[in-house]
């Protein structure tokens, strides 16, 4: 596989770009491997994931930015993103008592499935540390008190440790604590989520047992960016599976899991391969 | 296809009534063609259906009901409906102005797949008068006031038609009016409504707008029995369907009436069959 | 809406393909309402589809194509079509005895959800003349014998009548026979049928009996453009329902229609939206 | 949790088999907390599931086969299955190069999911063996030769491996080598297989690359019971998803290994708790 920049942008909607964005790569002899773009005709903004080959593109891989900007971000008031394929992104998951997600997780990257760094597993509890032990990865625990008077302190120590491994976005894999403020601002859209509900159905807590007493004849699970309003950020990606009256609140758990891993997964694979644009508080995801 | 006797039960849950009530059964020489239960054992209730053949059934049809009330009602404090499979219910029609549920409900009917009548149409505008000419049924229209000032005279005058045409349930296909108190006494779980999103997300007007509005990833249609509060009757049916960024306010709509008329017409089949057990604000699906 | 031009081609890849025909759009005063593309990388195959609006277009509407041809089409070795949103396809609908799939077709025809004309129903059977009928469409029968001596005749006579009527393309709506290569010549990805499984599982007779023998927990509906082998042509929507061991094969039946319904409504709204792309035995569905 | 038995069963249908069993549970002091039958009405064959509470049964576990046997099963020409709860069926996964499915059951069975154990891990490569040590799971490997000439000896090998591990089940969980029949015999409907296709399209070897090829729009993963003949026994569980023209083989099989260990998951909780009935070649699956 060869080198390749990846380009995600939106800007206001005007004829040309694509005509122009495309022309400026092939004319530095960028083989252009991937493009997609999509307009938002209500809302009248342009967004376009464009990656192309480096090994005979004639700008200077690090220049590459800069001339983008200046050729093009400002005169098309423009929100750029440039990737590299060979930077791994840096990961960090977060933690409580359940599993599941995080064995999902581990398993993926593993087998090599998601090209990616995992410096360290973070949690408020020792109950997975086992599991970070199967996996050789450096397993942190602060534990928040339940008056959440250290919440503060410990979020702290966690952005300094997150800081030193140069993490690029987090997972929470059924982290039962709400992120604060400070955080989501170090991490904007760079933190994921997975909610087991179908949202906007079921927010905060418990929404098997809401499911259940609601009687609802299918339970889902949603992925989203976290936000400060809790259970609200943009949504990545959700999936739904059919019960019945048979159903307690315990067999929607066990069904629920499932979800929950593959919906998170889904979303931490679209993040990693850099195809989620997010403008206000929806996700734009390139196929 | 033999007469049958179908009786839908409930009770707290004791050990023994299906040994009795299908020894009862096949006692008197009835042939059980169906039957299935359900323990609900979180709050302790037994609910069965059950259908046998009535023509070597020892007991005169007429008295049956008389027999099972002597003989099991009340010792287990059971709330039973008995139904005759030769007896078609009749089935209203409410409609507003979009005709895609109510195609679907007339070409079954007309291609013979519900064993039922329906006597009559009932709308509050002129707009599918067309609909119900194509399928010679007769179409009442009342309109109701924007100010709402005789929508109980509307509903009375509604209510007396129900009466005349012996209607045993309703069926709301995008009844874009809220139905009052005295209709939902009247017809206690015999109000179909589709409500078209996933409940309980998205409850009340514009739900697709609300969807969009979200950014969320899929779409669903919600069947319901009409209970006094807003979208909260027992669900009775529901399903989904994936969308995406790339789906407009105005694609949602027309993916999600494909998904209203199944929703709607497979809760219509399952009532029409006798399958649905309602219990509290839920309802108990046989299959 | 404005008049648009649809443009949709495929040709072998070629470095700035897009860049040139948007440009050439733009430079021409045509805005682009609508631009997907798609690379088959291990086909190396460009495919494309382009919507602009005519109102400002600089080259005159009947030129256009030629224009294309001449700039473009031999350049790039470019298989093209050219089509113009007001211009109303023209459809036939065939059909045997079953209503199911008819009337889906014809409530969205007479809603006004497909911007389509319907000049003949043709079958072999009286049995759905009624339908017709209802909705004031010609319904024309040629009875095939069941040694289908005839059959040539019968389709000569049909072919005569489609050519009359100026029919672009056929659905054939649950119709039972085979379509001989003489119509498929003169319709090659232009006959859509509905095929009641989950296709290349159950080709041929009575895959719902099929599918209940094998014990399946899943049946499925594909509707595909008919080509010379039975069952076999290019995929253009699928989808499935799940199914349980209490299902007989006449439930089968009943469950299948609604899935076979909505497939073909689907397939159906993307050809008349010019949204299929058809290359050797796959289609490429825009979305 | 209290001690219970279950009986799976089925024979031919006749009047009164419930009645006549619940009374036997019932009459002897046992609590029945689930009952599911099913009448397969086109055969003419009655199943069911029963469990009930043995703490305050009358007859003694031991005795309970030989009681039913006595009084009903050779009267009512039955098959009878019993089982406890308490008693833990013995698993063995049998793997090749693959992680993912032996992730998915281990991270299940280390949280506690399914009351089983998991004596051996057997494989004819030694790739997975780090997957083993990391659960502390012996692992055996036997190498088969590209010429199958040792294949009897290593299937003997194994067999008397099973045999010393008193296994009760085989879960293959991507293993890529065909079962003898000496192996099904010993193990019928006890040997459970994920194949990564919707069967019965794509049997046989590389069934993503089948699918890819014939362009279908949804792929699938099914699990099933091995018999002699090559993926053609009775289906435990189907899923699928769906996929469009721009997966590439690669893709299919990304998204394909997702399905394949849910399917073979779901399929592997059903056998655990005995809630399978295996009826010709089909499967009877109580919920």
Redesign the interface.
């Known amino acids: 596989m060869k080198p390749t920049a990846i380009l995600l942008l939106h800007c206001p909607d005007r ?2 770009i ?2 122009e964005l ?2 400026f790569v ?1 004319d530095n002899r960028g ?3 991937y ?8 809302e009248g903004v342009f967004f376009m994931r464009m990656e192309w080959e480096l090994d005979r593109f004639l700008i200077p891989k690090d220049k590459i930015e800069e001339y983008i900007n200046t050729l093009y971000a400002s005169r098309y008031d423009m929100e750029c993103c440039l990737y590299f394929n060979d930077v791994k992104p840096r990961m960090a998951i977060f933690v409580s008592k ?3 997600c995080l ?2 997780i581990l ?2 990257y ?2 090599g ?1 998601w090209d990616v760094d995992i410096p360290c597993i973070v949690s408020n509890h020792e109950d997975l540390r086992y599991v970070a032990e ?2 050789d990865i450096p397993y942190y625990v602060w534990s928040i008190k339940k008056d959440h008077s250290n919440k503060r302190e410990v979020e702290e120590a966690e952005m300094e440790l997150l800081r030193r491994e140069n993490v690029n976005f987090i997972v929470l894999a059924r982290y039962m604590q709400i992120i604060s403020d400070d955080m989501i601002r170090e991490y904007p859209n760079h933190i994921i989520n997975i909610h087991h509900s ?5 927010i905060g807590a418990k929404p098997y047992h809401q499911a259940w007493t ?5 339970i ?1 699970a949603t992925s989203h960016y976290v936000t400060s309003e809790l259970d609200a950020g ?7 599976v ?1 019960i ?3 159903d ?2 315990d067999s929607l758990v ?1 069904k629920g899991r ?1 979800l929950e891993k ?1 919906v998170l ?2 979303a931490v694979t679209k993040h990693i391969e850099r195809k989620i644009l997010t403008y206000r ?5 390139f ?1």
Chains 1, 2, 3, 4 share one sequence.
Request: hydrophobic share 35%.
């Open positions: 004829e040309g694509i005509s495309t022309k092939t083989n252009i491997v493009l997609d773009q999509y307009v938002d005709r209500v359940m599993s599941h064995y999902d398993a993926r593993k087998a499935e199967q996996f179908f949202l906007p159905a079921f609601r009687g609802v004849k299918i889902g943009p949504i990545i990606e959700q999936d739904v059919r019945t009256h048979k307690t609140p066990r499932d593959i997964s889904r508080n929806k996700t734009i995801i196929s």
